[in-house]
């Protein structure tokens, strides 16, 4: 049972437009989410977070979105660059050690 | 800035084989991780120790055992290595978040690619 999907395999963005990628997740404990970017043969990298009572959190191009009442967060890159281009990964948290990791999206920007 | 290494990037073994995977942190975080990665898996946890000779299962322990003898330093070992163990195999480490904190970050090393002939 998947606590956390990432519901899209792949997305595929011109570059300076915007970048949207999804999450949901089903357990309500979660009370903080992160995001991490990485790279082919790299560890992931984080990249931004939010707590559960926050419904939005900025950092540069980056802004993570949280709608606690449909359980979804996303992640807007504006405007993207072909840097840009990794496996995102959504994760979530609560007040154990574990993060749960959804499955990854491919971002590609395209120049 | 935080660093996680891991002994090797890039690791050829025979099944049945004995194989250690080793992790170095410089942060002195009393938490450390071992994850497997797989296409459309995501990343799964296969052991968490909380501290100095503490350790728990993860989400997939089996096939897999680890160590941690010092604070900086958390081994993976794979008692007989099986060509379903062939994944990147990521390792990182975090300090507990305090109560009322709003997130903590976990740090991961580069990775090992592990494959099992």
């Known amino acids: 049972d998947q606590q956390v999907k990432q519901n899209s395999p792949s997305l595929s963005v011109q570059e300076g437009r915007i970048s949207i990628l999804n999450c949901d997740y089903t357990n309500s404990m979660f009370d903080y989410f992160l995001w991490y970017k990485k790279y082919p043969a790299e560890g992931p990298t984080f990249l931004i977070s939010?707590?559960?009572?926050?419904d939005k959190n900025e950092d540069g191009r980056f802004t993570v979105f949280l709608n606690k009442s449909a359980k979804h967060l996303s992640l807007h890159i504006v405007p993207s660059q072909p840097g840009d281009s990794a496996v995102y990964f959504c994760a979530a948290g609560d007040s154990s050690y574990k993060l749960i990791f959804g499955s990854g999206t491919r971002l590609l920007v395209r120049p | 800035d935080v660093k996680v290494t891991q002994s090797s990037r890039y690791l050829v073994k025979r099944t049945g084989e004995k194989v250690f995977l080793e992790c170095v942190q410089d942060m002195d975080h009393e938490n450390m991780f071992w994850y497997r990665q797989d296409p459309g898996l995501g990343l799964r946890l296969i052991y968490f120790s909380y501290d100095v000779k503490m350790k728990e299962k993860g989400d997939i322990p089996e096939g897999y055992s680890v160590s941690r003898e010092k604070k900086e330093r958390f081994s993976l070992i794979l008692e007989s290595a099986s060509t379903n163990q062939t994944s990147m195999y990521l390792c990182?480490?975090?300090?507990?978040?305090?109560?009322?904190?709003?997130?903590?970050?976990?740090?991961f090393g580069p990775g090992t690619r592990l494959t099992v002939l």
């Open positions: 939010i707590s559960s009572i926050k």
């Open positions: 990182a480490s975090r300090t507990p978040r305090l109560a009322g904190e709003g997130t903590d970050t976990q740090y």
